[in-house]
């Protein structure tokens, strides 16, 4: 943060440029404005100017406050002659012994008699000094990088009683007038945390500030041991909203490297962390349970879509880092809870009664099927998504009670629950899940003929239904079963597809390639081995 020197103050010659600032009823100044420092340490071309630098300085503008302002003494070491003694300090004032006062005094001399060095050639510096001299009984002078330095006029008395870090300097040397702090990283912070050791009202005064000036305040106070500086940042904190990732990081990376003891952190942190080591089981089934129940459609539309991209969030974190097992198994209960409502339901409808229920009553049922099915949909895609959905195809391709009254229903009511069927062979053939043969198999053997019964509504009737996906989908999974069963399933569609056209599924992809694997692979493999044999049967003539 910065290197502690009892060093001197080198003398030189000063062009003065004097800057407002307020000074506190305790007779400080108030934290500066960074315009300062940023005008002052602008750097500029001494060649491009026409006029010698002896231009009287401007007079200082009036401020509202209880006292008078008091300037900031600007300058800029130059190799010039000698500006007005404003800035130059005094040997009083300097923060050196008798010896080196007389060897600066010598060099000075030496440089007056000496011819004047080029402009070009002259390091620069840029100094600032606040506070009343007349009134202060120490300096601090801070050095910042590329020469720049702030000579603070302060009261002994005051950083004793705010800061350890200014006590313990002061105690080790108990007449000493004037403290150096070198390679200072942000000395107009330095310089704000050093006015915040006057201000009474210290929380009001935070509050005008931004977060990320709040944590460059918040570093230099606890290097400086302001504890009630550092307090007053944490309550800060701890309130006011943080904006966007990149700000919580910051707050969050900030806060965890403050090392002193008794900094109470904690209230900040618990923002972002909770006492308890584990959450809740329960409080993702709680969230995942308020969506499957909700029938507000917009909303449940937006909250399903968040809940699936934090889910997506969560998936990547190492394993280690999640519960994945837990929770799994909560989303296979809300699975199963769904699928019993969904058999209830399709019960229901089947009902030969249930056409002469009244209107209300039929549509609050369709509409619950159709709910149902969205949720159970919604709950492949986070399995899908958690490479966890293996054991839902097993679930769905044993719904043969559910196939069966499936075909009693109307297609406006039922199919829905074909476009569940449809994600699973679309998953199976990108590989997102993968199944046993045996559950491929069951797979196709329900679900297969109740989508092609539905797939002509599907088409025309469903928006989110995507033909060629679910083709190639359903022409992959086909083609991963054992070739017998590839012949058997790709015969009965061929049936199907002569009937009914494009109210069918188009499967000829698929059927070329169970062709091709039929009758055209086994015919060049026979005559590879022919000609194999009769190469061999050449060699062992020769």
């Not at 305790?26 to 602008?42: A, I, L, N």
Request: aromatic share 6%; with cysteine; proline share 5%.
């Amino acid at each position: 943060m910065g290197d502690v020197r009892l060093n001197r103050v080198d003398q030189g010659q000063a062009k003065i440029r004097n800057v407002p600032i307020a000074v506190t009823p305790e007779g400080f100044w108030c934290c500066p404005s960074p315009v300062v420092f940023q005008k002052s340490h602008k750097p500029q071309n001494p060649l491009n100017k026409t006029k010698p630098s002896s231009s009287p300085p401007q007079p200082q503008p009036k401020t509202s406050v209880q006292k008078k302002p008091v300037a900031v003494q600007v300058t800029e070491r130059r190799g010039s002659a000698p500006a007005p003694s404003r800035l130059v300090i005094s040997d009083d004032q300097q923060c050196s012994i008798g010896v080196e006062r007389s060897l600066a005094g010598t060099s000075l001399a030496a440089e007056r008699v000496s011819s004047r060095p080029k402009i070009e050639t002259m390091p620069r510096k840029v100094a600032i000094e606040f506070g009343e001299p007349g009134t202060c009984d120490m300096k601090v002078v801070l050095l910042g990088k590329q020469g720049f330095s702030v000579k603070l006029s302060v009261h002994r008395d005051v950083l004793i009683e705010k800061s350890s870090f200014f006590s313990e300097k002061i105690s080790e040397q108990s007449d000493m007038s004037c403290l150096q702090i070198g390679d200072c990283e942000d000395v107009e912070i330095y310089v704000e945390t050093v006015g915040l050791m006057y201000c009474k009202e210290m929380k009001q005064r935070l509050m005008k500030q931004n977060v990320s000036r709040i944590l460059r305040i918040l570093k230099v106070a606890e290097f400086l041991g302001f504890s009630s500086c550092v307090q007053s940042c944490l309550e800060y904190l701890e309130a006011v909203p943080w904006v966007g990732d990149e700000e919580e990081e910051k707050v969050v990376s900030t806060v965890l490297q403050l090392q002193g003891e008794g900094i109470g952190v904690n209230p900040v942190l618990k923002r972002i962390s909770s006492d308890v080591s584990n959450v809740p089981k329960d409080t993702l089934s709680h969230i995942i349970e308020l969506v499957l129940k909700s029938n507000e459609e917009k909303g449940r539309r937006e909250m399903k879509s968040i809940v699936l991209k934090l889910l997506r969030e969560n998936n990547s974190l190492p394993s280690y880092a999640r519960s994945t097992d837990s929770c799994n198994d909560m989303i296979y209960r809300s699975c199963r809870s769904c699928l019993d409502s969904l058999v209830s339901l399709f019960k229901q409808a089947a009902e030969p009664t249930f056409a002469d229920k009244p209107s209300d009553g039929r549509d609050s049922v369709v509409k619950h099927i159709a709910l149902e099915a969205d949720n159970l949909s919604w709950l492949l895609d986070i399995l899908v998504d958690k490479q966890a959905a293996d054991e839902f195809a097993l679930l769905w391709a044993n719904q043969q009670e559910l196939a069966v009254l499936h075909a009693k229903l109307p297609i406006v009511s039922r199919y829905h629950v074909s476009c569940i069927s449809g994600k699973l062979y679309v998953g199976i053939g990108r590989g997102e899940l993968l199944p046993l043969k045996d559950t491929r198999q069951l797979l196709l053997q329900t679900w297969l003929q109740p989508l092609m019964s539905d797939y002509n509504w599907l088409q025309h009737g469903c928006r989110s239904f995507d033909r060629k996906l679910v083709e190639e989908g359903i022409g992959r999974t086909i083609l991963t079963l054992p070739l017998e069963d590839q012949q058997s399933i790709l015969l009965s569609w061929v049936g199907s597809f002569l009937k009914t056209g494009d109210s069918c599924p188009n499967l000829q992809r698929a059927f070329e390639v169970w062709w091709r694997r039929t009758f055209i692979r086994p015919y060049v493999e026979n005559q590879g081995n022919a000609v194999s044999d009769s190469s061999t049967m050449s060699k062992k003539d020769e």
